[in-house]
Every structure is written in C-alpha cells, then in structure tokens.
C-alpha cells in the first residue's frame, strides 16, 4: 500500500526541510523506498541531522541499538518509529 | 637552508616495544570497554596473537573492521604478524580497487566481508575459549602446550616498521599513500600525551566518535589509548544519545573525541552530559559559538586539533583562547612560497599545508582560508580536481564540474554546506550519473542537488572561474 498518512507526509516534508533536498518532492518520497544509500541517496551526516529534527519536532531519541537498528530504512519505519516513542504528533 | 630533525633523532633507533606503551598497566587491567564488558591487557594481547596467527601470509592488509575494538586488535596483530595496514580513506568500491592495484600482495581484513571483491578476504575472529588465549600466549613464550597464568608477553615493533598507509584523495585522480612507520605513530602519541596533559599511568577513559580508520580516530582512539593505557570505549557512539551512554559507562576522568557536525548536535540534543575532563574536536574548524555553548552545557573545556592525513596531528588550541593554533613539541612550521610547510618531529621531510595560513612564529599559526583545491564537507577533505576527474571519468558525461555555494549564515561545522554540480551528460540522467560517482567517492561528497545542463560557463580559455560558476549557479537556482 502506498498512500502516506499524514504523519509520513509531515516526516517526508520534514526530511525534504532539513536536508535542503531542492531537487525533491515531500509526494515523490515513496513510504517504503531506502532512504539511505540508496533511494533517497541520504548518507551518515543527514541521519544526524535528522535524528535532531526528529527530536526536536518530536521528541522521542533515536539512538543505535538492535531494536531501532531499522529506524531509517524507510519513511514507513521511521513514521513507525515516531508514532511509538514521540511525545507530540 | 633550515636543517630538518629526522625521526631517528628524536627517539632511541632502538626497537619500540609496546611495552612501552602498556607498561604502566598489569595484566588485569582493563583497556577496552567492548560489549558491556571490560577487556583486560591480558585478554587484549591473548587476541592479537590469535588473530596475527590466522592471518594470511602477506604484507599488506586493508584494516576496514567496523568495530573499534575488532579494528584495534586487528591493528596490533597485523603489526605482530610483520605486515602493513593499509587504510582507504573510505569505503568507496573504486578507491578500495585503486589500492588493490598498487600493492600486489594485499588481502581484505574486516569483521564484516563484502560482496563483488576480486581479492582474498579474511574475517577477523577472536579466541572462543579463555584457554586458547593463554595457549597463544604460552606458546609465544616458547613454552609449548602449557596452560599457566603468567602474563603474556607485549610485543615488540621495530620503530621504522611500516605500521599503516593512509591514503589521500589528490589531484592527480589517484589515491596519494602516506607511511606511517611505529615509531613515528608512538612520538605522535606521545606528543598529544603531553599536549593534553595525560600523565603516564594515568587511567584516561577515551570516548570517539570519529573511526579508528582515520588519522585523527587512529591516534585518539588507538594509539593514545595504548600508550597511556587508558580505558577506550567501543560501542555504538554516533547518536548524541549513544554518546551520553558512553560516557556513563566509562569511570572518570573522560575525555571525547569528536567532530564539529557531531559536537554541535549534541549541543542541541542534549541537555547534559556526565562529566567530562575535557572534549577534543579536529576535522574542520570549530565555530566558537559550538565551543562556547559546549563549554557551558557540559560544564568543560573545548580544545581542538588541527593536522591532517599526511602529517597526522600536528598543533591544538582551547577554541575559545581565540585564533592562534600551538604547535606540538618538535615541530616547525615556515613559510617558503606562498606556502606553509611543516617540519620535525617524526616527518621525514616538510610537509606544505592545504591550509592557508598566517604564520605568526616557527609555532604559532592562525589559519585564514583553504587552498582554492580542498573542500571540508562535514569533516571530510576532497580535492575538488579529484572529483572533477572523477566526474568527467564517467562514461557519457561530456563536461562537468563540482561547485561548492556560499551559504548564508552557515555555521562552520554544520551540515548545511553541500557540494552541487553542473554537468552535460544528454544521455544520462541524475541518478545514473550519482550513481556513478557514489562508489568513487565518499557519500559526503556526491552533489545535492545534481544539474543537467546544456554547457558550462567556461570562459574563452576553457577556464571555469569562480565567480562564473557562482552566477551560473544563482541563474540555475532561479528557475
């Protein structure tokens, strides 16, 4: 299925913000393309970058461990992600 | 002509062993944090000799081991086993061929291997059971089969042995080697040993955030470590949230080793921190407003390093003392040309700077801008012809040029500076072309964004000012 809800538009439009993706559309953004390597193309510095937009907009943590190992595989894991450990919405 | 002091008369030419190095720890104490727990010197020395007696019989090894303590152990074993750790300055597919071109007898050593390589690779794998490794041990000691208690034998390494080459990424389009031979990486260590303060013996717990691979991760995070017998963390330490875990697993005094890109999210992710002694940054220039913010959070002080690939670690400063950078004991620096040159201690001859520099005495320097060549992109220098050659490598593409924006109210250190580029390719598209270039060069610097375009602003002699390139840029970004 790949219709985005709302709050994997707002993550895509949030990605597409922070990393000053010019060339990209928040819509192009598929739910479960790679956003790493490739897909996206995103690399180590923009998952920095975006573990801090996250928090900040968000409020949950993101750091390395098995169980989040997959957070940025994909807007759908990320989106995921936020919806189990973000404070606001 | 200023006589230059060469290596060999700084230190004894008699053999550096690591026990030098170790010899302010016991056995028993711990030097590594892996794995929720804590590896003593025993156990460390008890793995090199495993892992240096499984090792292929060659010269060169590629260390690229993810794991800073599987790097480490690897490290020490292939120096144990005679042979040389080559270490790319990254992952990327081409650079790795480049190097397995040049040096014939060379394998693969890693903790994860990788497909689609043309070369033997070699996975590293640590002793399972606690006798194995007093049997490496005993058996080093000439005593056979026996399994005993006594302490395992520090290796000796001769100081003109070649530890590792690093690479960097010049004009010429091919991967430059620089030999770092053991002596010359103890007297570096020994150098940042007595520029920070760390007294011998003293139990140091180091936390980086940068790889091992690297000069700047190699010399903090292993080769410090070593010499001082500190207690070096290995595990996750990317995330500012990993980072704090670190630090409250390791016994104070702290110290962190880190980045401009990382200090700063941590600035702004993290409320506190648990004490640190005092926290290092090197890679790019420190904006003071990072430093000064750092300083007041975390309740510490802010030094940083500057050096690079070919002459390692070479001065420091505390960032909010202000411009002036010191070098380390041993060093000199000139100016001959329009160029800075650095000499003495363990470089066999001068070295000129990337770096344009204002040279206030033979060791004090300010540094005022780049060479027009070098890029800094989140850490990570590139030569902009590097990348052009690269570009105009790629089949199809019929002109080309990478362009690095001024941005408005960046803060240096930040992520916001992106490398774009122009490039005439009909019958490609962007992603092809990305594509492309994303296993020649580091993924820091694949342009964002890419554009086709019709022809370059070049001027009648072919040239591509920069200025021109800005105005191109500006009419691009306009429509």
Known sequence: MNEKSELEQNIAQLIVDTLNLEEVDADEIEPDQPLFNEGLGLDSIDALELALAISKRYGCKIKSDEENARVFSSLRALSDYVQTNGATK | ?479
């Open chain 2, 1 to 479: 002509m200023r006589r230059f002091i060469r290596q060999d008369e700084c230190v004894s030419t008699s053999t550096h062993k690591l026990s030098k190095l170790l010899s302010h720890s016991r056995p028993d104490d711990p030097i590594v944090w892996w794995c929720n727990k804590l590896i003593t010197r025993d156990k460390f020395l008890g793995d090199v000799y495993f892992v240096a007696s499984q090792l292929p019989a060659t010269q060169y090894a590629i260390n690229m081991c993810n794991d800073r303590y599987l790097f480490l152990v690897a490290f020490a074993a292939v120096l144990v086993a005679r042979q040389t750790n080559l270490l790319p300055p990254n992952r990327a597919k081409t650079v790795l061929e480049d190097i397995i071109e040049s040096y014939d007898d060379c394998y693969y050593l890693s903790d994860e291997l990788i497909d689609d390589l043309d070369l033997q690779q070699h996975k590293i794998s640590l002793p399972a059971f606690q006798n194995e490794l007093h049997r490496a041990g005993a058996l080093k000691k000439g005593q056979g089969d026996d399994l005993n208690d006594a302490p395992i034998d520090i290796p000796k390494i001769a100081d003109k042995h070649i530890a590792a080459i690093t690479f960097t990424s010049g004009s010429t389009g091919r991967p430059q080697a620089n030999k770092k031979n053991w002596g010359g990486l103890v007297l570096g260590a020994l150098l940042a040993q007595s520029r920070f303060g760390i007294k011998d013996g003293e139990a140091v717990s180091i936390i980086a955030t940068v790889p091992p691979q690297h000069m700047y991760g190699l010399e903090t995070s292993v080769m410090l470590p070593l010499l001082t017998g500190s207690l070096v963390y290995s595990g996750a330490t990317f995330y500012p949230e990993d980072i704090r875990n670190a630090v409250a697993n390791m016994p104070e005094p702290r110290i962190l080793i880190t980045t401009p890109v990382h200090l700063n999210t941590c600035n702004e992710l993290l409320v506190d921190l648990p004490a640190v002694k005092f926290i290092i940054s090197a890679t790019a220039p420190l904006a003071t407003c990072i430093a000064e913010t750092a300083e007041v959070k975390f309740q510490t002080q802010v030094m940083e390093i500057f050096g690079c690939t070919e002459t390692g670690s070479i001065a420091s400063r505390r960032t909010l003392d202000g411009d002036d950078w010191q070098l380390y004991d041993g060093f000199k620096i000139n100016r001959f040309d329009d160029k800075a040159f650095i000499s003495g201690a363990y470089l066999a001859e001068p070295v000129a700077l990337a770096d344009l520099v204002e040279v206030e005495s033979d060791e004090r320097f300010k540094i005022v801008g780049r060479c027009a060549d070098m890029v800094n992109i989140a850490g990570k220098r590139g030569s902009l012809s590097d990348l052009n050659q690269k570009l105009l490598g790629i089949e199809g593409v019929r002109d080309g040029v990478f362009y690095l924006p001024d941005i408005e109210g960046a803060t240096l250190g930040t992520t916001k500076e992106r490398l774009v580029a122009f490039v005439v390719a009909p019958e490609l598209d962007e992603k092809k072309i990305i594509s492309s270039l994303s296993v020649m060069v580091d993924p820091v610097f694949l342009p964002r964004p890419l554009y086709k375009v019709n022809s370059l602003p070049r001027t009648q002699s072919s040239k591509l000012p920069r200025n021109r390139l800005t105005e191109f840029y500006n009419t691009l970004r306009k429509t």
